[in-house]
């Protein structure tokens, strides 16, 4: 079963007697629901009635009307409000834009508008290669979406979309000092989303595509990395790929084997699969059976893929496996799960080789259960941030950019790549690392610093 979590805390706001009892059967009767009650507070007394504040964390929507109805059934209570905290955050949205440059009079604004501000337009026109050092183009990303493919929810479209990009931004600067701001577009056809990103690309240093759908996100990608002088990068591909090496790299530490030589089950062959496959092959694994609706991807069955899903069955695969995931799993040392959730039962992972190793990062539910499964393998990760070993893209994309951004490199190579993941696994060192640590945690303050410093070093190489 889901656990609570902070993704689903409910706020409520209660009229209780005021009774020692009572408020502490409203502890007793959340606690009984399965959920987990993180405060309660007393707002306000009359002498007769209470005015509580309950806060508590719940599994989903309908975990959380459980709790309501339960609280309403105590003899003497009264729900008067329903708060969701998620959705409290985002009122007025979750960014905004701050002045660096305080205007507080004349000589202010005239360095920082007219007519001083001309000086510097002059400048730029004349040598525009200054652009990087005198506007927010140094430090500044952006992050497009046109919703066709976001989280878990499919194409929701650009509007529904705007909370991820503006998270997005949030973690940009919060993990790696960089300023990223959302740009949404409303239409769906690649070659106005490349016009577009080419068209606005003279104000941002970079550009991060976020949450477009495969295939058209390879062609997008492709051309702007071409036609553009700034670093472009998809993060549902190459961020997923760079956390997947790191952890990767780490837990075959744990379990004593080399990656040339371990097998590898890939379960979703979309985007994160797809880039995924191509590094883990260029650091040299040397056996991958991707897996899609339809079983193992093989090259004598093609007809029908685009060229990405083409390539991955001509490329991986090279004992042609056939057949469905679950036989696949016999003998295999490595699961990496991208797909969709509740694929496997725990007990289906007693096929694979000793010392296993698996990645459920299906979000929010995972391709297997976490603690089942490690009743069965060596080594358990998960994308979810309530178990261990979550394998996050906050991990690699700030860093990455933050790098980038210092050191004006726009080629992002698939060594470059390399370079960020065995960044993030070297925070970990040696002695530290243990089946439940194969990876730092999202908080780690040495992580995009890792990574940074890995991008600075290729670059001088």
């Known amino acids: 079963m889901v656990q609570p979590s902070p993704s689903y805390t409910v706020a409520l706001h209660m ?53 309501v109805e339960a609280l309403s059934a105590i003899d003497g209570v009264i729900v008067e409000n329903v708060g969701d905290s ?3 955050a985002h009122v007025g949205g979750k960014i905004e834009i701050a002045s660096k440059y305080p205007v507080r009079n004349r000589r202010d604004l005239a360095r920082v508008y007219t007519p001083g501000v001309a000086r510097v337009c002059k400048a730029i026109h004349d040598h525009p290669e200054r652009a990087r050092k005198l ?21 929701i479209g650009p509007a529904a979309a705007m909370p991820v990009m503006e998270g997005k931004a949030i973690l940009f600067k919060q993990f790696g000092g960089v300023d990223a701001w959302p740009v949404a ?9 490349i016009a ?14 976020e949450d477009i759908a495969a295939p058209k996100c390879f062609d997008i990608e492709a051309r702007l990395r071409e036609e553009l002088d700034i670093p472009v990068f998809h993060d549902d591909q190459h961020g997923t790929a760079v956390v997947t090496l790191s952890a990767l790299i780490n837990a075959l530490k744990v379990v004593g084997k080399r990656i040339e030589d371990v097998r590898i089950v890939l379960s979703g062959v979309g ?5 995924i496959a191509k590094l883990l092959m260029a650091h040299g694994a040397t056996d991958i059976v991707g897996y899609g609706r339809t079983g193992a991807l093989h090259s004598g069955d093609t007809e029908g893929m685009n060229e990405h899903r083409k390539w991955l069955a001509e490329n991986t695969n090279p004992r042609g496996v056939t057949g469905t995931l679950k036989e696949g799993l016999a003998g295999a040392d490595v699961f990496i799960g991208v797909s969709s959730g509740n694929l496997l039962a725990p007990e289906d992972l007693d096929v694979m080789a000793d010392g296993a190793i698996v990645f459920a990062m299906a979000n929010p539910t ?11 393998v060596s080594v358990v990760a998960t994308g979810r941030s309530d178990f261990p070993n979550q394998i996050n893209n906050v991990l690699a994309f700030p860093g990455l950019f933050r790098g980038l951004l210092d050191t004006g490199i726009t080629n992002i190579s698939t060594e470059l790549l390399r370079a960020a993941a065995t960044g993030i696994a070297s925070v970990i060192s040696d002695a530290e690392i243990s089946p439940v640590y194969i990876i730092p945690n999202a908080f780690d303050a040495r992580v995009s610093a890792a990574v940074a410093a890995a991008v600075c070093r290729f670059a001088e190489d």
């Open 86 to 88: 998620t959705f409290l």
């Open 15 to 67: 009229e209780v007697p005021a009774s020692q009892r009572v408020v502490a059967k409203l502890v007793d009767t959340a606690t009984a629901t399965g959920a987990v009650v993180t405060g309660v507070d007393v707002s306000d007394s009359d002498g007769d009635s209470l005015v509580v504040d309950l806060t508590a964390d719940t599994r989903d929507s309908v975990h959380r009307g459980e709790l």
């Open 185 to 193: 577009l409303d239409t769906k056809d690649p070659e106005e989303i």
């Open 196 to 209: 577009i990103c080419k068209a606005i690309a003279p104000a941002y240093g970079g550009i991060n595509l």
């Open 366 to 376: 995972p391709e297997v259960d976490p603690i089942g499964a490690a009743d069965h």
């Open 271 to 275: 985007a994160a699969g797809s880039a």
């Open 135 to 155: 506007t927010i183009k140094k430090n500044t990303v952006a992050v497009v979406t046109d919703g066709t493919a976001v989280l878990g929810l499919g194409d």
